[in-house]
């Protein structure tokens, strides 16, 4: 009798723990979604790798960064991993969406002031660096140098960065009124910097001036001028809005790169984050900020 009792009791309990596993698996909390992340490089002809890329996500957001260096040896290369470094550092350990601006500014004047410290000045290196924040369905992004940022919607890549390059101040200064047509074409061809990090004169940064709200199935793209120079926007369209998943759309445009039949290519870089179905999670989250 007693064994059977005992029996009984252990098919009773076995019959709850099963119980409370489905009930578990079928209403427990369902992790957030995050973004759909694809990044991807080439050396091209050079040689040394001088882009780097970071991506980091907290409770609060997600902050992607693009650097592409440039100087002599590998002072392009140590210049664009202070440039990374420096804002994933400061990203993990400030709420960076209390200001964005501030963060922005906070984290590019460090990576000045630490590339300066590391190297010396820009004629050993130097870098481009773009850097992006999505939050709660908005996107938040700045620049220095000549790093491209660009939402991919609804079929057309829209670039929300002009950059720092002889060309865009020379129309900026035409709009103003400040020099003439005349001298504003001859230097529309002009793509030398004239804004970098790593430099004692280093000016401010481009920032946004309203947040990007999101759509579903946007896609954010930074990419190094390696890829834009050498690349057109229409190609770039055609592997976006295919239907395979986010990183082997970067391999893909990276692979564009590399077929290319020019010499002397340059470094190319590319980091992609994809919303797909997930902004509305994004939209809805409470990220206690």
Not at 132 to 153: D, E, H, P, T
Not at 166 to 182: D, M
Request: charge should be negative; include cysteine.
């Amino acid at each position: 009798m007693d064994s059977w009792l005992m029996a009984a009791w252990l098919l009773v309990a076995c019959v709850l723990i099963l119980d409370t596993i489905i009930l578990y698996v079928r209403y427990a909390p369902k992790k957030k979604k995050t973004l759909k992340i694809g990044r991807s490089m080439t050396i091209g002809g050079r040689e040394v790798q001088e882009d780097q890329t970071g991506v980091m996500e907290t409770k609060a957001g997600l902050m992607a960064v693009l650097a592409d260096g440039a100087g002599k040896a590998y002072g392009g290369r140590i210049a664009s991993r202070i440039a990374v470094d420096t804002c994933t550092q400061i990203f993990e350990d400030y709420n960076a969406f209390n200001n964005p601006q501030y963060f922005f500014r906070k984290a590019f004047h460090c990576a000045n002031k630490e590339i300066l410290k590391a190297l010396g000045d820009d004629s050993r290196g130097a870098a481009s660096l773009g850097c992006v924040m999505i939050c709660s369905g908005f996107l938040y992004y700045a620049v220095v140098g000549n790093v491209k940022i660009c939402v991919y919607r609804e079929g057309s890549l829209v670039p929300v960065s002009t950059g720092h390059t002889v060309a865009v101040l020379a129309e900026q200064r035409f709009h103003e009124g400040k020099i003439s047509r005349e001298d504003a074409l001859q230097l529309l061809e002009n793509n030398r910097l004239y804004n970098y990090l790593g430099q004692d004169g280093f000016k401010d940064i481009e920032l946004f001036d309203a947040p990007v709200r999101m759509k579903q199935n946007d896609i954010v793209v930074l990419m190094s001028d390696g890829v834009y120079d050498l690349i057109g926007t229409r190609e770039i369209e055609a592997v976006l809005a295919e239907t395979v998943d986010c990183q082997q759309k970067a391999y893909e445009i990276i692979e564009l790169v590399n077929k290319n039949p020019k010499e002397d290519k340059d470094n190319a870089s590319i980091v992609l984050l994809e919303m797909g179905n997930e902004v509305k999670a994004y939209e809805k989250a409470e990220f206690g900020i």
